[in-house]
């Protein structure tokens, strides 16, 4: 029997050339797998029948999105996960999804071999190789752009005489990677980190220059996860999906950095993440009610970091499931509802409750009812600056030496 190779299948130029190409390459047969996390285009079907015209020997196919939103989205948002500080992880969390797909389509046929279409410059390499390693260790792993040779020029001619079922004839000079939590954009003319993105970059939002009239929006989380909208019950990928239009259509998301991939590259990277950013600021603020102050802050740090590991590749590793265990435990008493307007650009909170809030009207008030005893607060003072009070004595008597 023949070895077979399962491919993580786009359905567009190069993976589409690659099905017939590691089949030259290596003698093997070819198995087409396509995950949908949202990245809307083509249905699943037409992507089966091109893989098959292709010359795959078999199609997998699935419909990832809920799994996707529930397992990989919701923990992101649970962190509050923007890599330094900005990005959504829109790739990051894309890729472990797959490969769990991938690894499972190559029980079920019988593969030895698990193949992707990365170049050898980014970080999704990464990710599909380590994630790979750790779910199904006996599996080997090639990428026959990075491996095999396979440019883009190769691919175009390759199509063209071998017939394949896919246009090849519109260039984009952007290599483009979306899925409902967001999408990414970078190469070609945005490589000058001086040349501002040309609107056509953009799809997932509008320009947030001439917005429509404001829209305020109701989101109600429960330990974190979010149920509805506008009082309206929803699955976390209808959320995220709502949310990805309305505060598309008032340009909110549009990110646009330089960010250090793992592999030591600084690269300039535009993101569109209406539906994340807008649920990140509402969770955010919810937190800043529902969570101790100490407890929060740790939470910050080990979101940072929770972030940085799921960049890196490692979402399979201990370390990260160890901090899941911190985020999930912290989310007790997330639960409740943020108010906020989307509009020109931005997602601004104005309202928040919850049966679990930490606010303390009593505590906080100005006017009559204020139940703190502001005379603890000397007392407070004098003890709380005693360590920097006793060092600064000692540094101005060296210095009078
Ligand atoms: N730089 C981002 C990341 O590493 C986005 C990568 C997008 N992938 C792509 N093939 N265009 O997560």
Redesign the pocket.
Known sequence: MKDRIVLAYSGGLDTSVAIGWIADATGAEVIAVAVDVGQGGESLETVRQRALGCGAVEAYVADARDEFANEYCVPTLKANGL?QGH?P????ISRPVIVKHLVKAAREFGATTVAHG??GK???QV?FEVGIQTLGPDLKCIAPVRDLALTRDKAIAYAEEKHLPIVTTKKNP????QNVWGR????GYLEDIWNAPTKDIYDYTASPEFPPAPDEVTITFVQGVPTALDGVALSPLQVIQELNRRAGAQGVGRIDVV?D??VGIK?R?I?EAPGAMALITAHKHLEDVTIEREHARFKATVGQRWSELV?DGQWFSPLKRALDGFIEDSQQYVSGDIRMTLHGGQAIVNGRRSDTSLYDFSLATYDTGDTFDQSSAKGFIDIWGMASKVASGRDQRVAGE
């Open positions: 890599y990005y992880l829109v790739s990051a990365c170049t980014g970080n999704d990710r952007y290599s483009i990677d990414a954009v970078e190469t960010e991939r793992l690269s990277e993101y960049y």
